[in-house]
T-cell receptor, first 111, second 112 residues
Framework: QQQVKQSPQSLIVQKGGISIINCAYE??????FPWYQQFPGKGPALLIA?????SEKKEGRFTISFNKSAKQFSLHIMDSQPGDSATYFC??????????FGSGTQLTVLP | DGGITQSPKYLFRKEGQNVTLSCEQN?????MYWYRQDPGQGLRLIYY???????QKGDIAEGYSVSREKKESFPLTVTSAQKNPTAFYLC???????????FGPGTRLLVL
């Protein structure tokens, strides 16, 4: 089974700080890497996604950095806010089908 | 108001009982998916369907069954063969299988 390894399991950041979550994958055929945000009792919502033809994608305070040679990608949340407190999942797939999810990171942003 | 709806929000199952979780979408999406989420774990794919009257097993299909008789509906049955059914079940859909998946609000299944 293809795996996506996500770290850390939990993260505590002060308001205004930078939150960084990392993921590593094994299958070199993966070509789609989304990040999902999930609040308690809710379904995950797509946050941002990247394909391996670029090394970085930014949307507002959220940035994905992608390192194809290392088979790693990460989510950076700039100026973290208490409202960002949620569980974040990375995922990977080939052509956006059959997503393989990481185990999740519970982010807490302290006011 | 377009989106994916799941019902019920909470569902209780007795020993030996089959229960069915509902998933409906009005987004005109072709592909639909069922995932299971356990505490502290990522989502695991149970079944997926690319078109009406067709579906494939995911990574953890044992003890579950699905049907896809209508494009907008993809119900999941948790059978008595699923010995550890307590989990949060999430339905998702995408325009077709190669596009971004959008998730419903989930159903939490508990065993009495």
């Amino acid at each position: 089974q293809q795996q996506v390894k996500q770290s850390p399991q939990s993260l505590i950041v002060q308001k205004g700080g930078i939150s960084i979550i990392n993921c590593a994958y094994e299958n070199t055929a993966f070509d789609y890497f989304p990040w999902y945000q999930q609040f308690p009792g809710k379904g995950p919502a797509l946050l941002i996604a990247i394909r391996p033809d670029v090394s970085e994608k930014k949307e507002g305070r959220f940035t994905i950095s992608f390192n194809k040679s290392a088979k790693q990608f990460s989510l950076h949340i700039m100026d973290s806010q208490p409202g960002d407190s949620a569980t974040y999942f990375c995922a990977a797939s080939k052509s956006a089908r059959q997503l393989t999810f990481g185990s999740g990171t519970q982010l807490t942003v302290l006011p | 108001d377009g989106g994916i709806t799941q019902s019920p929000k909470y569902l209780f199952r007795k020993e030996g009982q089959n229960v069915t979780l509902s998933c409906e979408q009005n987004l005109n999406h072709d592909a639909m998916y069922w995932y299971r989420q356990d505490p502290g774990q990522g989502l695991r794919l149970i079944y997926y369907s690319q078109i009406v009257n067709d579906f494939q097993k995911g990574d953890i299909a044992e003890g579950y069954s699905v049907s896809r008789e209508k494009k907008e509906s993809f119900p999941l049955t948790v059978t008595s063969a699923q010995k550890n059914p307590t989990a949060f079940y999430l339905c998702a859909s995408s325009i077709h299988e190669k596009e971004t998946q959008y998730f419903g609000p989930g159903t939490r299944l508990l065993v009495l």
